[in-house]
């Protein structure tokens, strides 16, 4: 109780937290005391060596982490439950939209999923400056009433008049919040707009652009199609993710002896571990939990059980290969060397079948089985790559770099992506980024991230943050967005700002 108090203490005697920051943050400290629920000793030993991590979720789940309403039966049929019908014209749609998505959770608590908002606005706009100010104003919603860049919407891959306008507005506006990512296929989305999204995203850090035939094809067995979602998750439309529990494959090299030991020791035992520790969760959360029994989002058919998935999230693989080559004599680095690559592949395919072989039955829309993912990291993380990225420093000329990521992103169902800054020039020739992004997806890339060399909004692993709001923090000040606290870790642990910048 004495530990209790003095981290209550803590948080309200901070100065640098807003009122609603104060309080999820207390609300969080309810539900992630030890002993609330059981742990087994296996599991204990494992996170404790940083081996596997829990990412800091509630002790007891009373919610998915992520979860992706859908936002077109909204608009077609309204919410009982808010009391409100279809809308008939864009202020309506608008108004029931940011009523919904103050009632959407996650682990932020707050929606991490806005829909394709194109797509969902363009059936009531007319191309007109009065259309624009509503839009503009709904943004502006979003970045004050959901003050975390987690908050993500979609749009494309059709061209559409709303979707021209977001973007419009977006290079203007230069905020963290809402992240974005165009659902990109050059054989649906035009050039003009596609090269007006890389514009954009030269000069705020967003869209982000996904692999949409790939992803697509993936999630082919939806029955609403996909989302993406909080950084860059690819996740089912009408569900989302109970959870995202990882394994930290560079800890997991530290303690291994040889790669022969970490293949057949380390990574089953750390796998078996983390998998029943995500089953435990997941069936307390359908079985126990009020979620998947009351929810309105769940009764009014936005959400439905068999539509999510648990996460098992991957990072450092970068590391782990580099110290078990070096633990077996052998030279080698990863990305650069052919042998350093193999065992990352070997690495990635070990993982890949042991994560398969797991059977849950709460992931019917995953075939009962869990999905990697290229976790991003966290903002504690030292000397450790997000997912199956090279690290920063270490980054390869750009062809060679988009070939290698190519190769590993396919290993990520549920999410991958890599960060490429540009220098300022690029902002004369944005059909050059596109070019750039399309070879990454001929060579299998998933997802691809870019900013301005000169951009105070950048993205920071997944999300995005901004230069100015992280010094004004680092100041001792008050800042809206909650991002901005672990972005600032990830500038002082994580080297974000030295990445390479492409000319």
């Not at 419009?168 to 974005?180: D, F, K, Y």
């Not at 990520?412 to 490429?420: A, H, K, L």
Request: contains cysteine; hydrophobic residues 40%; proline residues 5%.
């Amino acid at each position: 109780m004495d530990a209790l108090k003095e981290a209550v203490l803590k948080i309200v005697k901070d100065t640098t937290l807003t009122h609603q920051q104060a309080m999820m943050t207390l609300a969080d400290l309810a539900v992630s005391q030890e002993g609330i629920s059981e742990t087994t000793t296996e599991f204990d030993t494992l996170h404790r060596l940083g081996i596997i991590c829990d990412m800091s979720e509630p002790k007891v789940p009373y919610a998915p982490r992520y979860t992706l309403p859908d936002y077109g039966k909204l608009l077609r049929e309204g919410s009982r439950f808010l009391r409100l019908g279809p809308p008939q014209t864009l202020d309506e749609a608008i108004h029931l939209l940011q009523l919904f998505y103050l009632q959407v959770p996650s682990v932020t608590h707050m929606p991490v999923y806005l829909g394709n908002i194109d797509t969902l606005l363009d059936p009531f706009v007319t191309d007109n400056d009065a259309t624009r100010m509503k839009i503009g104003r709904f943004l502006d919603f979003i970045e004050k009433a959901i003050p975390n860049s987690f908050c993500h919407a979609n749009i494309g891959p059709e061209e559409t008049v709303a979707g021209r306008m977001i973007i419009e507005i977006e290079t203007r506006r230069q905020q963290a919040v809402p992240g974005i990512t165009l659902l990109y296929d050059k054989d649906i989305t035009p050039p003009k707009f596609a090269e007006a999204c890389a514009m954009c995203a030269l000069t705020c850090a967003k869209p982000s652009f996904a692999n949409h035939a790939a992803y697509a094809k993936q999630h082919g067995n939806s029955p609403n199609g996909y989302g993406i979602a909080s950084c860059y998750n690819a996740l089912a439309i009408g569900g989302g993710a109970y959870t995202l529990s990882r394994i930290v494959l560079k800890r997991a090299a530290d303690r291994a002896s040889n790669v022969d030991q970490f293949l057949n020791e380390v990574i089953p035992r750390a796998v078996d571990t983390l998998t029943r520790f995500m089953d435990a969760k997941i069936k307390f959360l359908v079985e126990e939990s009020h979620f998947f029994k009351s929810n309105f989002l769940v009764e009014e058919g936005f959400l439905a059980q068999e539509n999510f998935t648990g996460m098992f999230g991957v990072v450092g693989l970068h590391e782990a290969v580099n110290i078990l080559l070096e633990k077996e004599g052998i030279p080698g680095r990863y990305g650069v060397d052919k042998n350093a690559n193999e065992l990352g592949h070997t690495i990635m395919q070990t993982l890949e079948r042991l994560v398969k072989k797991h059977e849950n039955p709460y992931c019917q829309i995953s075939d009962s089985h869990f999905v990697l993912h290229a976790q991003v990291g966290i903002d504690s993380d030292i000397g450790i790559s997000p997912g199956a990225r090279i690290a920063i420093g270490e980054e390869l000329p750009l062809y060679t770099h988009l070939k290698h990521s190519g190769e590993f992103h396919p290993y990520f169902p549920s999410g991958t992506g890599d960060i490429f800054p540009f220098d300022s020039t690029y902002l004369r020739n944005p059909s050059s980024v596109l070019d750039i992004i399309q070879g990454g997806f001929a060579s299998g890339m998933r997802y691809v991230s870019t900013y301005g060399r000169d951009s105070d909004v950048i993205r920071i692993t997944g999300y995005l943050a901004k230069r100015s709001d992280m010094e004004a923090l680092d100041r001792g000040e008050v800042v809206r967005q909650n991002n901005v606290i672990w972005a600032l870790g990830e500038v002082h642990n994580g080297r974000v700002l030295e990445r390479k910048v492409r000319r």
